[in-house]
């Protein structure tokens, strides 16, 4: 059965983009939710398929362009310390478009975080990411407080589709799982990770965006989250959270909106996908 639903919706997904008529007739929201089933530890329905990754020529484009972001424009200048939750300090991209071609690496003896140009080819050293990026702040917050990583993504938006994690320990995999924001019925918990959805024709929101829920208060309505490269700006609460957005429990399914607590809405802001852990 799981064979014929996959074929299914790889044959709608196909037809869907070679013949109008046939794509009219189908409703997307049926096929996001035949593909939303067929991944593993999912609560939720509604899960959207997996937006195409850039090309590389995108990608190069973006790069260069990223890099020279970082010379100007800066909401805070580049690597300033915007605060700290757990053992992870959240430092400033200086803008969301600065892209910085260093790396940061833990050392899994002594807890040390080292930036290099390459990669040091040290066994000690794990790879952690791209300074000061969205995702390595996610995955320098995951290693310091609970030993485990996730795979390699091009875009923060990606972490949603990932199914296994790792302990950076012992090497061994585990399974990841999903809630899908808006269906599902587990509400976000300390330590996962919030995955915000791509908007292509938005430079900020190009990659989407990924935050690690610090704090929940389910009788507030309210999450806090610590990350990097949102705005640039110092945190709200420098030694605990970066900001406070709201979280809805509508007839026992959650949604978190990126909306500030006490605000109705928020210009600057976007979709969440979901929250992995």
């Not at 067929?38 to 590389?56: F, S």
């Not at 071609?101 to 050392?107: G, K």
């Not at 390595?136 to 290693?143: D, I, P, V």
């Amino acid at each position: 059965m799981l064979l014929k639903r996959f074929i299914f919706v790889i044959t709608v997904l196909a037809y869907s983009i070679t013949s109008t008529g046939f794509a009219e007739s189908i409703k997307l929201t049926e096929v996001a939710h035949l593909y939303s089933e067929l991944l593993p530890n999912t609560d939720g329905y509604g899960l959207l398929p997996k937006p195409p990754a850039l090309t590389k020529e995108q990608s190069d484009k973006l790069f260069a362009i990223g890099k020279q972001s970082c010379d100007s424009q800066c909401a805070t200048s580049f690597g300033k310390v915007l605060g700290k939750a757990d053992n992870a300090i959240g430092y400033s991209n200086c803008s969301s478009a600065c892209i910085r071609p260093r790396f940061s690496f833990l050392n899994l003896k002594t807890g040390e975080v080292t930036i290099h140009d390459d990669d040091p080819k040290n066994a000690d050293l794990h790879y952690i990411g791209l300074i000061y990026q969205c995702v390595e702040y996610s995955r320098r917050w995951w290693m310091k407080n609970k030993g485990i990583t996730y795979g390699s993504v091009d875009s923060a938006y990606e972490i949603l589709y990932l199914t296994e994690g790792k302990d950076i320990h012992t090497g061994k995999n585990f399974p990841l799982a999903r809630s899908i924001n808006g269906t599902t019925q587990c509400p976000p918990k300390r330590g996962d990770l919030l995955i915000y959805h791509p908007t292509k024709d938005d430079p900020k929101w190009r990659y989407g965006h990924v935050a690690v829920v610090v704090d929940v208060d389910l009788k507030a309505g309210t999450i806090s989250v610590a990350e990097e490269n949102y705005s640039n700006l110092p945190w709200e609460d420098p030694g605990k959270y970066s900001r406070k957005i709201r979280l809805f429990n509508i007839s026992g399914r959650y949604t978190v909106l990126d909306v500030p607590t006490g605000e109705s809405n928020n210009p600057g802001g976007a979709r969440v996908s979901g929250w992995v852990y």
